[in-house]
DNA sequence: TAAATAGTGTCTATCAGACATTATCTG
DNA sequence: CAGATAATGTCTGATAGACACTATTTA
């Protein structure tokens, strides 16, 4: 077994861009860096690879986030890798990035605090490293992926009608969606399911509520769903 | 500025899947590992990071290639990061891989020798580490990809005619796809520029030459380029 | 002229998007 | 009832895909 000189190697961590829509806007969830370096500034949850803890990339992030901030049903997939000798003061460090979609509703109230925020990605602070590019390619991986996937449903809890559906798609897209033909598109794609439950305590007429086929994954389909 | 563990790191290496077509076949490049560990295995070309040499993922992805195998025109893009304690015998590893993209007449006649070789993807060798899996990504990658952009015609040089496109992007997306529509739909996208010059040599009628408008990015596109 | 590609035109089923309509709930 | 959403139906323009046709080259 050939031998490593530790020295030569850069630092490796994994950072989460988690998303999610509070009040019509599409806002990242961030945190006030309590230690150097970028003490007191704003920053992605993130942190470094433990090899005798995790298996894998995806499993360090899990780690990572469940330490400080646990978000039950939060949807990741990994984004992108980002490197360099002066993204970190401390030397040449690689950031394995991941976007995380996750509903409002699951983000336990006491989560949001002094030094845990959720920021509108249009109204960023001053962020740690290169944090600020990374949240922009985690908004641009998501609005590309939003009209051809069921990606946006993760902002959704576990069952949602079609006009909840519809409104997130809005947001994501940024544009208006007729919600009839929200309606009949969606449903062709054959990617939800009704749960023969309905909506309750809606303000209006209620309505069915469905459920994602394949939670788990997020689908893309060949069509988009868009409609101006 | 805080101090770091080395002996904590993970290794941290780049490695690129390089496609091209040769005989209608759509293979990457492997060379034979001539050191431990995996001695004597076909391997992506890769390489740990250089910190006092690179300044990004992509330049030590650069860097590696153009040492080991020398492509003019590479088309290289960031795919995905892979990690974990056992896909490298030394210990806890991140791969960045990358996805390239050439045409075949661009790989000098001398690179293909006996440590390096062109392999069908779909008849790959026993490979070292987990690089077929990062090969078969890497391929998913291209197929979902080919139909909504230009990336299929990084196989071919600088100019080409629209026919010899069109067989391209059928190799890519792995079904017919009748000339003439194709030569509608690609034009119609505005990604192509005519050179004024007409094909030579050819066996059959004249056409004439297109580049790329923007030969650096992959354009994508909102409809795809399919017509069974 | 036969074969192959270059290049253009045409037709049709399908679908995105706009919009109308009816139904059903709450306040 | 008024207002809002639920759910379905209808219409039209655009286009993907199929296919026919002519043109131009080489063998």
Same sequence: chains 1, 2.
Avoid at 61 to 73: H, S
């Amino acid at each position: 077994m050939a031998d490593i000189d530790h020295t030569l190697l850069p630092i490796c961590s994994v950072d989460g861009v988690l998303l999610t829509i509070e009040d019509e806007t599409l806002k990242v969830l961030l945190h006030l860096r309590p230690n150097a370096p970028c003490e007191g500034m704003w920053a992605l949850p993130g942190g470094f690879v433990h090899k005798n803890e995790d298996n894998s990339l995806q499993a360090a992030m899990a780690r990572v986030l469940k330490a400080k901030v646990k978000i039950p049903g939060l949807y990741l997939e990994q984004l992108a890798s980002y490197g360099g000798p002066n993204r970190d003061p401390r030397g040449w460090s690689v950031s394995v990035a991941h976007l995380g979609v996750f509903a409002r509703k699951a983000l336990p109230l006491k989560a949001e605090s002094e030094d845990i925020k959720l920021f509108p990605v249009s109204r960023l602070p001053k962020c740690a490293f290169d944090h600020r590019t990374i949240i922009k390619d985690a908004v641009k991986r998501l609005r590309g992926k939003g009209a051809y996937s069921v990606l946006p449903t993760k902002f959704l809890g576990d069952t949602f009608t079609l006009y909840e559906a519809c409104k997130v798609y809005e947001h994501v897209l940024g544009e208006e969606i007729a919600p009839g033909n929200f309606r009949r598109k969606i449903l062709a794609l054959d990617v939800l399911e009704p749960t023969g439950e309905m909506s309750v305590g809606g303000r209006k007429r209620p309505a069915e509520l469905y459920r994602l086929k394949s939670p788990k994954e997020a689908v893309v389909f060949d069509r988009g769903v868009g409609s101006l």
